[in-house]
Nanobody, 121 residues
Framework: QVQLVESGGGLVHAGGSLGVSCVVSGTIYSINDMGWYRQAPGKQRELVATITTRGSINYADSVKGRFTISRDNAKNTLYLQMNDLKPEDTAVYYC???????????????WGQGTQVTVSS
């Protein structure tokens, strides 16, 4: 069994900062790409940022210069530091990871349960 557990969401005023993290646990052989996605009420889930095992990073244009994604491969943990938050950043933030559970397994995508981030104006 594999679990992705996010933590660190909450309520913050516009212009403030917040950090969220995601721990991947369970029977895991290898983790490939990891990423953060978000879904606002009435909208589709969208990519926020992704990071490869070697540290190559991709950001959505809407968060470039304000958000920083990072990972600790030794701890199977993904981070997202969010600065200069705006009301439009309000959403449920989901962690995702592409991983193999065993050496013979194929790559599969796993998702966390999400953590709410609310930015007040």
């Amino acid at each position: 069994q594999v679990q992705l557990v996010e933590s660190g969401g909450g309520l913050v005023h516009a212009g403030g900062s917040l950090g969220v993290s995601c721990v991947v646990s369970g029977t895991i052989y290898s983790i490939n790409d990891m990423g953060w996605y978000r879904q606002a009420p009435g909208k589709q889930r969208e990519l926020v940022a992704t990071i490869t095992t070697r540290g190559s990073i991709n950001y959505a244009d809407s968060v470039k210069g304000r958000f920083t994604i990072s990972r600790d491969n030794a701890k199977n943990t993904l981070y997202l530091q969010m600065n200069d938050l705006k009301p439009e950043d309000t959403a449920v933030y989901y962690c995702a990871a592409e991983l193999r559970r065993y050496y013979y397994s194929s790559w599969s995508n796993y998702w966390g349960q999400g953590t709410q981030v609310t930015v007040s104006s």
